[in-house]
């Protein structure tokens, strides 16, 4: 049965930090692009960060770079993203999504909630 579990979330103050992990069972993260999007609350889920299969290539939105690193550990069969110098603006609920290859099947986890506080 194919999982992503996010873990990680929690509240910090403004400009603090926080690393969120995904692992993922049932299937290898090393044959899928790996992402993270968020939801904040009231708005349209949105992508963050992404990774490519071999982590040798990275997408950031401009709103988290800089600031955010997305990274994987294969041999863990998990997804990192660190997340720097925290706003406000960045609370929401964090998503991983696994597109597995070549199938371009699509997973999501249940998520895990951020909140930065002023």
């Known amino acids: 049965q194919v999982q992503l579990v996010e873990s990680g979330g929690g509240l910090v103050q403004f400009g603090g930090s926080l690393s969120l992990s995904c692992a993922a069972s049932?299937?290898?993260?090393?044959?899928?692009?790996m992402s993270w999007y968020r939801q904040p609350p009231g708005k349209e889920r949105e992508a963050v960060a992404s990774i490519s299969t071999s982590g040798d290539r990275t997408y950031y939105a401009d709103s988290t770079k800089g600031r955010f690193t997305i990274s994987r550990d294969n041999a863990k069969n998990t997804v990192f993203l660190q997340m720097n110098s925290l706003k406000p603006d960045d609370t929401a609920m964090y998503y991983c999504k696994a597109v597995s290859l070549p199938s371009g099947t699509t997973y999501w986890g249940q998520g895990t909630q951020v909140t930065v506080s002023s």
């Open positions: 049932g299937f290898a993260v090393s044959s899928a692009a």
